[in-house]
């Protein structure tokens, strides 16, 4: 099982909107709306931010939404903030039952 | 608030075996899947697999000769066992609680992390 492809690296000023990929096949990404977006900060442990492709879990900002389109995902960050710096990685069930995670995206407030 | 607490040994030689444990405090540890994930310096995350309460394990392909991981209901915890470590095995390990229900997909809330460094 590869890793879902996500680019290395985003970045925006404060106020502005950026937007993640995640890409994967027909076996993963494209086959359930089961995709999650996870936050991690230098040196903690990651946090979720998205389930189910777009849903938000009780105390994330509005800010973060979540989409899917085939076999690619993504995460939008609006409104970006200084504490929005950060890595993001997106997941996602998988045919065999196991799970997969992004390459990882490291996002840059400028 | 659930939370998890996971602790083992941080420094291994090669072929050796890797343990460790987490703990579940404040919620219910029979509604859900739990699971391991690992993350080598640096580098980004790997789903090691998942049990249930009642015991069903679903390992990745990759690892699934070397690992297993188990449950103790009793004392709300589940375990992991990694045999004939490597250097490539060095990584940040976390326990991480699923969903409920299969098929779905998320971890939330992680553990604060264990390194587990392989080196002769």
């Known amino acids: 099982q590869s890793a879902l492809t996500q680019p290395a690296s985003v970045s925006g000023s404060p106020g502005q909107s950026i937007t993640i990929s995640c890409t994967g096949t027909n076996s993963d990404v494209g086959d359930y709306n089961f995709v999650s977006w996870y936050q991690q900060h230098p040196g903690k442990a990651p946090k979720l931010m998205i389930y189910d492709v777009s849903d938000r879990p009780s105390g994330v900002s509005n800010r973060f939404s979540g989409s899917k389109s085939g076999n690619t995902a993504s995460l939008t960050i609006s409104g970006l903030q200084t504490e929005d710096e950060a890595d993001y990685y997106c997941s996602s069930y998988t045919s065999s039952s196991t799970r997969v995670f992004g390459t990882g995206t490291k996002v840059t407030v400028l | 608030q659930v939370q998890l607490q996971q602790w083992g040994a941080g420094l291994l030689k090669p072929s050796e075996t890797l343990s460790l444990t987490c703990d579940v405090y404040g919620g219910s540890f029979s509604n859900y899947y739990w699971n391991w994930i690992r993350q080598p310096p640096g580098k980004g995350l790997e789903w090691i697999g998942e049990i249930s309460h009642s015991g069903s394990t679903n390992y990745i392909s990759s690892l699934k000769s070397r690992v297993t991981i188990s449950v103790d209901t009793s004392k709300s915890q589940f375990s992991l066992k990694l045999t004939s470590v490597t250097a490539a095995d060095t990584a940040v390990y976390y326990c991480?609680?699923?969903?409920?229900?299969?098929?779905?997909?998320?971890?939330?809330?992680w553990g604060q992390g264990t390194l587990v460094t392989v080196s002769s």
């Open positions: 991480a609680r699923g969903p409920s229900i299969l098929p779905n997909n998320w971890f939330d809330p």
